[in-house]
């Protein structure tokens, strides 16, 4: 008998891990469909005469998850890319002369808070203690799972883990039960903002992301951090992954309930036993499917919170900068009304938080010779009206901040600009509303309250990516691939 035919959409990170999967485990035959002419999704990376810019994540965070993703085809990130830990992890810029360098090493870091708060260092221990235990029983267990029924969750074991996981505590309340100093509360609550909400929408659950930050550390890949997709996609293609770029799909065709086919904007028709969709969920369930076979309504898509959306510039400089790290988070600005421009009354905010990278500092392959890579993002609510003039703007207010704080001049030593935001976003990917990084990780959108990874109208289809399990972000979307993986492979006995 032939081999059934797996059909993956999209070369993100998820699509890839878990075509990677189904190759190497599956007695299946997988081709993968992108519709970008380069693969990486949100993770592309695009080069202007000696610049090389990575166009989305520039944070490479829980290391482990890339050793065990690597591990299971027996290979390590080592064999793909070279890796640095970043010290400091990064700076947060409280305002001028107001900057606070995070050192890596633990007892520095210890020392640093106990010098801003007296008491903080045994507060930390205690927090730090606990984080360690919800990351372990996290990222080692809960996010592997499927979701799809609650009685994944019901053993006693498991249940008495989540008691202790601070479920149902917000982030906020859980940071302040430690640390009262507003510099370090804001410390604490800056790694839920890569989960898409503030930290009074966050489950203190996720302080696992702070262990992440502290314990684990902040990572470089040399050459950027494509250099992750450089390696998966050369070992899919080893696993036999077959690639087809420019392939767009534009519908997947379902008869009696089961998908046979799909047709690409070129108008080839592809055949399949069995579907992936990687892409934006909403945009399969809605855009690719005739509407008797969309899992979710318009008006359910509609109430979720999704993750913002962004401004960024890519910039090539012309100079070495200097008073710049390379992550730095501009916090000198209160964040309160910036997160109800975002979550609660959505509009372009009046005084934006921003970050800045600047991977040259760590990597002099990423621009030419005494010359800089420097790379803005200011989070946005998604779906806001986008048009070159409020880009400009936006440009024209974070440079002043940036200029004044670092006491440098920098716009005229601008050789290279390119912007991107909510309209590049939905025609690059398909994004909805524009979106950067999914959906929120809030708790009614947590396991069994995400869009599922089954489809439920369509007997062969099913979902990966940062808008389903486990949730956005680069560990979380390469862990999803895995768990789809292995359910096609349980529920098709591949
Ligand atoms: C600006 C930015 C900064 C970020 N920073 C970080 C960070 O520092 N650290 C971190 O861990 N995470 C970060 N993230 C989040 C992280 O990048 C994402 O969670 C992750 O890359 C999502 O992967 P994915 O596979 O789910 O989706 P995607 O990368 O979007 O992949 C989906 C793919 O599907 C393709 N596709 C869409 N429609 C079709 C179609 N009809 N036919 C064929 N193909 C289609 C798309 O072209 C795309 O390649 C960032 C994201 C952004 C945007």
């Known amino acids: 008998m032939s081999k059934k035919h797996v059909v993956v959409i999209g070369s993100g990170f998820a699509g890839l891990s878990a075509a990677t999967h189904l190759a190497d485990k599956g007695n299946c035959k997988v081709t993968l469909l992108e519709k970008n002419n380069s693969p990486g999704g949100r993770a592309r990376k695009f080069?202007?005469?000696?610049?090389?810019?990575?166009?989305?994540?520039?944070?490479?965070?829980?290391?482990?998850?890339?050793?065990?993703?690597?591990?299971?085809?027996?290979?390590?990130?080592?064999?793909?890319?070279?890796?640095?830990?970043?010290?400091?992890?990064?700076?947060?810029?409280?305002?001028?002369?107001?900057?606070?360098?995070?050192?890596?090493?633990?007892?520095?870091?210890?020392?640093?808070?106990?010098?801003?708060?007296?008491?903080?260092?045994?507060?930390?221990?205690?927090?730090?203690?606990?984080?360690?235990?919800?990351?372990?029983?996290?990222?080692?267990?809960?996010?592997?799972?499927?979701?799809?029924?609650?009685?994944?969750?019901?053993?006693?074991?498991?249940?008495?883990?989540?008691?202790?996981?601070?479920?149902?505590?917000?982030?906020?309340?859980?940071?302040?039960?430690?640390?009262?100093?507003?510099?370090?509360?804001?410390?604490?609550?800056?790694?839920?903002?890569?989960?898409?909400?503030?930290?009074?929408?966050?489950?203190?659950?996720?302080?696992?992301?702070?262990?992440?930050?502290?314990?684990?550390?902040?990572?470089?890949?040399?050459?950027?951090?494509?250099?992750?997709?450089?390696?998966?996609?050369?070992?899919?293609?080893?696993?036999?992954?077959?690639f087809k770029y420019d392939a767009e799909v534009e519908k997947i065709e379902v008869t009696h309930g089961t998908a046979k086919s799909l047709l690409l904007r070129s108008g080839e028709r592809i055949e399949a036993d069995i579907i992936v969709a990687g892409a934006d969920y909403h945009h399969v369930d809605k855009h690719l499917l005739e509407p008797a076979y969309s899992n979710y309504s318009e008006e359910y898509w509609n109430k979720r919170v999704m993750a913002p959306s962004s401004l960024l510039f890519y910039l090539g400089v012309n100079k070495r900068l200097k008073n710049l790290r390379h992550h730095n988070l501009f916090f000198d600005e209160p964040l309160g009304p910036h997160a109800d421009a975002i979550y609660t009354n959505p509009r372009w905010p009046e005084k934006p938080l921003f970050y800045a990278s600047v991977p040259s500092i760590t990597d002099p392959t990423v621009a030419p010779e005494g010359m800089e890579n420097l790379f803005l993002l200011v989070p946005l609510a998604p779906d806001l009206e986008d048009t070159e003039a409020m880009r400009e703007k936006y440009f024209h207010m974070i440079l002043d901040r940036l200029e004044k704080i670092t006491g440098q001049e920098i716009r005229s030593h601008i050789v290279f600009k390119r912007s991107y935001a909510h309209n590049d976003f939905k025609s690059d990917y398909h994004a909805f509303k524009g979106n950067a990084y999914g959906l929120a990780n809030t708790l009614m959108q947590t396991a069994i309250l995400k869009p599922s990874l089954k489809s439920k109208k369509v007997r062969n289809l099913y979902y990966t990516g940062q808008l389903t399990v486990p949730g956005p972000g680069v560990p979380p979307s390469l862990i999803s691939g895995h768990v789809v993986a292995k359910e096609v492979m349980k529920e098709n006995n591949l």
């Open 47 to 242: 080069e202007h005469q000696g610049f090389v810019f990575d166009m989305g994540p520039s944070w490479y965070w829980m290391p482990d998850v890339f050793e065990t993703y690597f591990a299971h085809f027996g290979k390590k990130p080592a064999d793909y890319y070279d890796l640095i830990r970043l010290d400091p992890s990064y700076a947060v810029i409280y305002g001028e002369q107001d900057v606070l360098d995070i050192p890596a090493n633990l007892d520095e870091f210890k020392a640093m808070l106990e010098g801003i708060e007296p008491g903080a260092a045994a507060n930390l221990d205690k927090f730090l203690a606990q984080a360690k235990y919800k990351y372990e029983v996290g990222i080692h267990d809960l996010v592997h799972r499927p979701s799809r029924s609650l009685f994944e969750f019901a053993s006693p074991r498991l249940l008495l883990d989540m008691m202790r996981m601070d479920i149902f505590q917000s982030m906020s309340k859980h940071v302040r039960s430690f640390f009262r100093h507003d510099k370090i509360v804001r410390l604490m609550e800056f790694p839920v903002l890569f989960l898409g909400e503030t930290a009074n929408n966050i489950p203190a659950l996720y302080s696992l992301m702070n262990y992440a930050d502290i314990a684990l550390g902040t990572w470089y890949p040399k050459k950027g951090m494509h250099e992750i997709i450089k390696g998966m996609v050369a070992l899919a293609e080893e696993k036999g992954v077959t």
